[in-house]
Nanobody, 116 residues
Framework: EVQLVESGGGLVQPGGSLRLSCAAS????????MSWIRQAPGKGLEWVSTINNGGGSTIYADSVKGRSTISRDNAKNTIYLQMNSLKPEDTAIYYC?????????WGRGAQVTVSE
């Protein structure tokens, strides 16, 4: 059974930093690209970032480019999203996402709140 479990969310002040983690299980993690997608309150889903299976290629949404870094540790079956210089508009539920064996899988999400 494929499982994606996020952790590391929380409340942070504007300008602060946070690192999200997503632990994966139930599939050959090193064979698949993985992504982070977020949903702000009252808004639709927004793709944030994707990393390829080997970790050597990454892409970012313009809204987080330069402030965020996606990475992965295939030995630990985990991806990360390091977010710096956080803004109130980064407040959202952050989901780990993978297209695994032609099916879409989502984690339950991690709440990130950026506020004074």
């Amino acid at each position: 059974e494929v499982q994606l479990v996020e952790s590391g969310g929380g409340l942070v002040q504007p300008g602060g930093s946070l690192r999200l983690s997503c632990a994966a299980s139930g599939f050959i993690f090193s064979a698949y690209a993985m992504s982070w997608i977020r949903q702000a309150p009252g808004k639709g889903l927004e793709w944030v970032s994707t990393i390829n299976n080997g970790g050597g290629s990454t892409i970012y949404a313009d809204s987080v480019k330069g402030r965020s870094t996606i990475s992965r540790d295939n030995a630990k079956n985990t991806i990360y999203l390091q977010m710096n210089s956080l803004k109130p508009e980064d407040t959202a539920i952050y989901y780990c996402f993978g297209q695994i064996m032609s099916r879409s899988y989502w984690g339950r999400g991690a709440q990130v709140t950026v506020s004074e």
